[in-house]
Nanobody, 115 residues
Framework: QVQLVESGGGLVQAGGSLRLSCATSGIIVSITAMGWYRQASGKQRELVASITRPGITNYADSVEGRFIISRDNAKNTVYLQMNSLNPEDTAVYYC?????????WGKGTLVTVSS
């Protein structure tokens, strides 16, 4: 059974940084395209960043140049380095495959950016 466990969120001031982690089991991230998604209060879940099997990364326009997605194949973990955070980045962040193929989402990790 696939499990996705997100961590690393918290409260940070605008301009600050956070590093999110997505520990996985049941999949092999080195051969699976993965993505980070977020859902702000009252909004639909959206794709923030993705990394393909060969390691090609893509970002939503709103985070381009500020966020970096990466993975550690040995740890089977995907990361999201978030820099220059602003209040609009406040959301619950989730990981999943890209495109989404795992029905059971993790609990996510809450990121709150204060102004």
């Amino acid at each position: 059974q696939v499990q996705l466990v997100e961590s690393g969120g918290g409260l940070v001031q605008a301009g600050g940084s956070l590093r999110l982690s997505c520990a996985t089991s049941g999949i092999i991230v080195s051969i699976t395209a993965m993505g980070w998604y977020r859902q702000a209060s009252g909004k639909q879940r959206e794709l923030v960043a993705s990394i393909t099997r060969p390691g090609i990364t893509n970002y939503a326009d709103s985070v381009e140049g500020r966020f970096i997605i990466s993975r550690d194949n040995a740890k089977n973990t995907v990361y999201l380095q978030m820099n220059s955070l602003n209040p609009e980045d406040t959301a619950v962040y989730y990981c999943n495959t890209f495109p989404v193929r795992i029905d059971s989402w993790g609990k996510g990790t809450l990121v709150t950016v204060s102004s």
